[in-house]
Each structure stands twice: as structure tokens, then as C-alpha cells.
């Protein structure tokens, strides 16, 4: 079993910086593919970006050049670094991790929860004017 915990939430004004974190615990040997989402209130949820483990990224569009993802795996940590955030970012932010290849936004995004097996519970990001 994996678990997945997000860190590193809060509030931040809009052009400002942020890095979230999500640690990984359990038997992660064919989870190669880890991916963030957000899900604001009334909205759908949203992929955002994925890394598989040849540290490949892939971005929604509107967070290119301005989000990157990265992983750690000697310290079981991916990362999500969020520069020049806009109001639109504000959301609740989850990792997910999975076995789903190839590891792309656009395919995660078909059915998330049937590709992805893990999720953690999330961490708030709110962004102020």
C-alpha cells in the first residue's frame, strides 16, 4: 500500500512563490508514474502536471513556465513549484501516484481515479490580489 501526504499549502499573493510537497511512503517499485491535481471549490477536479520516473514533466497549459515538477526519489518526495501564481491557481492541491503509462497529463486526465492508484488528502493553496 502507498500513502501519499501533501505539505506546504498556503497563502500567498498573486505573483508570488510556492512549493508543495508530497512525501511517499510504502511499496512504491511499479508506481513510476506521480502526477498533481487541483480542485477548487464548485469546480471539476484538474490535473495539473505528471513526472514519470525518467523525470519526464508534462503541464496543462495554462501552468507552463510557470510550475515544475520534480521528484526526489532518495528522499521519496515530489515536489510542485509554483512561480508567478495567479488568482485562477487558488485550489486544493492533491498528488496521486500510479502505474499508468505513458505518464502524460492528457492521459491521466481521461479517468484519473482508474489510472492513478494513489491519492493523498490534499493541501489548501489560496492566493490573495
Known amino acids: 500500500q502507498v500513502q501519499l501526504v501533501e505539505c506546504g499549502g498556503g497563502s500567498v499573493q498573486a505573483g508570488g512563490s510556492l512549493t508543495l510537497s508530497c512525501v511517499v511512503a510504502?511499496?512504491?517499485?511499479?508506481?513510476?508514474?506521480m502526477a498533481w491535481f487541483r480542485q477548487a471549490p464548485g469546480q471539476e477536479r484538474e490535473e495539473v502536471a505528471t513526472?514519470?520516473?525518467?523525470?519526464?514533466?508534462t503541464y496543462i497549459e495554462s501552468v507552463k513556465g510557470r510550475f515544475t515538477v520534480s521528484r526526489d526519489n532518495a528522499k521519496n518526495t515530489l515536489y510542485l513549484e509554483m512561480n508567478s501564481v495567479k488568482t485562477e491557481d487558488a485550489a486544493m492541491y492533491y498528488c496521486?501516484?500510479?502505474?499508468?503509462?505513458?505518464?502524460?497529463?492528457?492521459?491521466?486526465?481521461?479517468?484519473?481515479?482508474?489510472?492513478?492508484?494513489?491519492w493523498g488528502k490534499g493541501t489548501q493553496v489560496t492566493i490573495s490580489s
Open positions: 496521486a501516484s500510479g502505474s499508468v503509462s505513458p505518464c502524460d497529463v492528457l492521459v491521466v486526465a481521461a479517468h484519473p481515479d482508474q489510472v492513478l492508484q494513489d
Open positions: 510504502g511499496y512504491t517499485a511499479n508506481r513510476h508514474c
Open positions: 513526472i514519470d520516473s525518467d523525470d519526464v514533466a
